[in-house]
């Protein structure tokens, strides 16, 4: 089983602040996603990265693939209270998904 | 366009008691489709993934089984219900190998009591 650590687990912080989050494997892998999750629904896909040093942008969020795919961040600029939630790394393809990052922003 | 209905939201069970979940895909064809299982807060348990129709593949030997009985169905089962199948389960659908990630549906929590 290929393994996805996340980091941090739990992150606070104010309304207007930056953040980044980690995903990481010292696996290769062929493709990863990252989701949002609200209390009680279903995560909800944002990206998916594909090529070794892949920058995607969606509005205020950044996510970057490493060059040796095994490896992505996610940077949110001037966080929201809408932001909150838990975001999920995950290789749909190979059946893995990292633990989470449980987001809250304060107003 | 592809939706995702996955049934009930919400279910209290008795120790002992059987389970059935439904989740049902429209608007594609021969989807992948699998069931996870989500403690609080956390990362998804990969339960069962189908490839097609009666093509069951497990990830974690437990107290479930899964269905397709149709191409475009599949179910999560349990004959006896244990405290510790509580949980928050998620079915969802990809593309073929699933490159671009998977759609999830809106998933059902189950308390065993």
């Known amino acids: 089983t290929q393994l996805l650590e996340q980091s941090p687990q739990f992150l606070s912080i104010q309304e207007g602040e930056n953040l980044t989050v980690y995903c990481n494997s010292s696996?290769?892998?062929?493709?990863l996603q990252w989701y949002r999750q609200e209390p009680g629904e279903g995560p909800v896909l944002l990206v998916t990265?594909?090529?070794?040093?892949e920058v995607k942008k969606l509005k205020r969020l950044t996510f970057q693939f490493g060059d040796a795919r095994k490896d992505s961040s996610l940077h949110i600029t001037a966080a929201q209270p809408g932001d909150t939630g838990l975001y999920l790394c995950?290789?749909?393809?190979?059946?893995?998904f990292g633990s989470g990052t449980q987001l809250t922003v304060l107003p | 366009s592809q939706t995702i209905h996955q049934w009930p939201a919400t279910l209290v069970q008795p120790v002992g008691s059987p389970l059935s979940l439904e989740c049902t895909v429209e608007?594609?064809?021969?989807?992948?489709l699998y069931w996870y299982r989500q403690a609080a807060g956390r990362g998804l348990q990969l339960l069962f993934y189908?490839?097609?129709?009666?093509?069951i593949s497990s990830e974690v030997p437990q107290n479930l089984s899964a269905s397709r009985p149709q191409d475009r169905q599949f179910i999560l089962s349990s004959k006896k219900l244990l405290l510790s199948d509580s949980g928050f389960y998620l079915c969802?659908?990809?593309?073929?190998?699933?490159?671009?990630?998977?759609?999830f549906g809106s998933g059902t929590r189950l308390t065993v009591v």
């Open positions: 969802a659908w990809s593309v073929g190998q699933a490159n671009y990630g998977y759609t």
């Open positions: 696996s290769v892998f062929s493709s």
């Open positions: 608007g594609t064809s021969n989807p992948n």
């Open positions: 995950g290789s749909a393809r190979q059946l893995t």
């Open positions: 990265v594909v090529t070794g040093g």
């Open positions: 189908s490839v097609g129709i009666g093509q």
